[in-house]
């Protein structure tokens, strides 16, 4: 079986949510201008993160 990382698949507007979630979360994990006011959330946007990344994976790799 080949691995294709760049294959087409399509998800539910829901799916997309949670993907846009995790990249928001994701971004004010590592970027944040104002670290100080996330510094407390830190730990809960990362847990969101990986959640919300891992099942998007999963769905992509079942596709």
């Known amino acids: 079986m080949a691995f294709k990382l760049f294959k087409s698949y399509t ?3 829901w799916q997309g949510s949670l993907f846009k ?3 928001l979360s994701f971004g004010l ?3 944040s201008t104002w670290p100080e006011l996330f510094a ?8 969101v993160f990986v959640i919300l990344s891992a099942y998007l994976t999963a769905v992509w790799v079942k596709q």
């Open 29 to 31: 994990v590592i970027g």
């Open 11 to 13: 998800l539910k507007w």
């Open 40 to 47: 407390p959330w830190r730990v809960a946007l990362l847990a």
């Open 21 to 23: 979630w995790a990249l």
